[in-house]
């Protein structure tokens, strides 16, 4: 071996070293930018609490399918094709059939 080729200078140029500190630099801004996403869906998402009575005063046996919440009633779909209406509280206040 030559003396030149021992004497190369394992470093990169300057241009290179600010590029690998630039994709450095660039890896963790992402990755911290990515976890504060995440944190904010996480504390942000969940919202307004719904408050569900503690029982609905079903009338007739009915069995209820599916029930869903609107700001003044609570509605529930049986199995015989009724559709009933409780108030807030969870008392009965109306049986509509479905046709």
């Known amino acids: ?10 470093r990169l140029p ?3 070293r600010f590029l690998k500190a630039l994709v ?3 890896t963790g801004v992402m990755i911290a930018g990515l976890i504060t996403v ?3 869906l996480v504390t942000r998402l969940p919202g307004k609490a719904i408050t569900i009575p503690d ?13 869903t919440q ?10 015989d094709n009724r559709v009933l209406i409780f108030n807030p509280d969870g ?3 109306r049986d509509l059939p479905l046709n």
Do not use: C, H, K
């Open 14 to 16: 300057p241009d290179l």
């Open 55 to 67: 029982q609905l005063a079903v009338p007739g046996g009915a069995n209820i399918v599916a029930v």
């Open 24 to 26: 450095t630099v660039l």
């Open 91 to 93: 008392s009965f206040r």
């Open 38 to 40: 995440v944190a904010l």
């Open 1 to 10: 071996m030559s003396d030149t080729e021992n004497s190369v200078d394992p």
């Open 70 to 79: 609107a700001p003044s009633f609570w509605l529930a779909t049986t199995d």
